[in-house]
């Protein structure tokens, strides 16, 4: 009779001994499952300092090629959340404006990276780079070295 009394009150916990242990292992395993990216923000300004509205963001994975693309708000502030981890280049442009790439940025996990761009005035198809490393020489282009930096030339002799 013990026997048989104790088979039935094991028989109704458990399935809520089940549904708890369930419930704790869903508790545990959400920060295991945290944030494994980053993000960047920040304004993309015009020479007097004021944003720049409807600017093309893209932000560029060096080691992986992955491309994600985002548009600055009237005040020229953007944000792109869930970036891999590592190495990326960031280019805005706009037209009127000559466009600009950052490079030498490395992302780790978490990081709400701050990159600010300072568009100049001047064609589109000139270009500006920020170089933080190595930078790429593109087939065409002069180059003139000073000391920690390279200047892309496109056109001149």
Known sequence: MAAAAFQAAHARTTPLTLIAFILALLAIASPLSAQVSAAISGRVLDPSGAGIGGAGITIRSAETGATRYATTDETGSYRVDSLPLGAIEV???????????????????????????????????????????????????????????????PGRD
């Open 91 to 153: 280019h805005a442009e706009k037209d009127g404006f000559k466009a600009v790439t950052r490079t030498g940025i490395s992302l780790v996990v978490g990081q709400d990276a701050p990159v600010n761009l300072h568009l100049e005035v001047g064609d589109r198809i000139d270009h500006i780079d920020i170089v933080e490393g190595i930078p790429t020489v593109r087939p065409g282009q002069k180059v003139a070295t000073t000391a920690g930096a390279i200047r892309l030339t």
